[in-house]
């Protein structure tokens, strides 16, 4: 991004905020940069946590090995850019996830899962590089039935032309609808940009931001690089040129019912609800995964939220 004299990020009319994330080596290679919660900003429409993942290249033999765990009140969204993730969960479901594709797994009251790199791919190695998100629910359904759904990278809208590339993960934007079911109004969706091209953000939702994972994108003269969060200030149009080739994700939507807690992988508009889950957890009340005898403890005494 450019910088000042003293260098401090330049302001800009259209930016409420921008949050710059750091790498962080979660061992093995296999780094994630996490541009929400942040010091800066909490949530973004429904949006309360977003990761990168990678980019990560594994060795024949190695992976990713994140053993089960539990979530409730929200939706995790998997989305890849690149590599290959075997998903199962305690509704039964075992589910690859490639490139394009949506995995939206709600947890509601509760749900457990496991995400690897599976045996056929461990074997012959890859890399690995997405975007993890979670999407609060909304009061009324925090305690809906746990449900996973998986779409396919050709049931999504997809629009190029003039050296944009743009695929609608969930909910609504530039007069297309994902067919992906949320529970809140919403738009998520994976941009792609060559040289020099450029795309225009409406002002269609109160809270939008934009995540740059790759290249760098101009707005008004301000440059700005991969690792940062773009969070928009309300009814500014957005125009965005690319000054390499980018990658990108848009993402957003209305204001929540109100603020929401966040205990480890639990979220809920209660603080009484995230103590009954942990105790859930604890005791062993959650429903298992199939065939997964391993799974990740309560955090005994954890650390808070750690901001990039």
């Known amino acids: 991004?450019?910088?000042?004299e003293t260098n401090e990020p330049k302001q800009h009319p259209a930016l409420e905020t921008v949050i710059v994330t750091r790498t962080r080596d979660l061992g093995d290679g296999f780094h994630v940069r996490r541009a929400l919660p942040s010091a800066q900003r909490r949530m973004v429409g429904p949006f309360i946590f977003l990761d990168q993942m990678g980019?990560?290249?594994f060795r024949s033999g190695q992976g990713l090995d994140v053993r089960p765990h539990p979530h409730i009140g929200l939706a995790t969204v998997t989305y890849l850019f690149e590599g290959e993730i075997l998903h199962r969960?305690?509704?039964?479901?075992v589910q690859h996830i490639r490139p394009g594709e949506v995995n939206w797994m709600t947890a509601g009251r509760g749900i457990v899962h496991s995400e690897r790199t599976g045996p056929e791919v461990r074997a012959a190695g890859g890399g690995l590089f997405g975007i993890q998100a979670w999407v609060a629910l909304p009061k009324q359904h925090?305690?809906?039935?746990?449900?996973?759904?998986h779409h396919a990278a050709d049931t999504l809208p997809f629009l190029e032309g003039e050296g944009v590339r743009m695929r609608l993960i969930a909910?609504?934007?530039?007069g297309k609808r994902s067919p992906v079911q949320t529970l809140s109004d919403m738009f998520y969706a994976d941009v792609a940009l060559e040289a020099c091209a450029g795309l225009v953000l409406r002002a269609e939702y109160e809270e939008r931001a934009l995540y740059l994972a790759e290249g760098t994108v101009e707005i008004d003269g301000t440059t700005f690089s991969p690792g940062e969060l773009?969070?928009?200030r309300p009814g500014s149009e957005i125009a965005l040129q690319a000054s390499e080739p980018a990658r990108m994700v848009l993402l957003g939507g209305e204001p929540m019912d109100g603020p929401r807690h966040i205990f480890w992988n639990f979220v809920s508009s209660s603080k009484e609800?995230?103590?009954?889950?942990?105790?859930?957890?604890?005791?062993g009340r959650f429903a298992p995964v199939p065939?997964?005898?391993e799974f990740i403890p309560l955090p005994e005494d954890p650390p808070p939220v750690r901001y990039p």
Request: aromatic share 8%.
């Open 291 to 293: 065939q997964e005898t």
């Open 55 to 57: 980019p990560a290249v």
């Open 142 to 149: 925090e305690e809906t039935a746990p449900a996973f759904i």
């Open 171 to 174: 909910g609504a934007l530039h």
């Open 273 to 283: 609800r995230l103590e009954e889950a942990k105790a859930d957890w604890k005791a």
């Open 230 to 232: 773009l969070v928009f």
């Open 89 to 93: 969960d305690s509704l039964g479901v």
């Open 1 to 4: 991004m450019s910088r000042d």
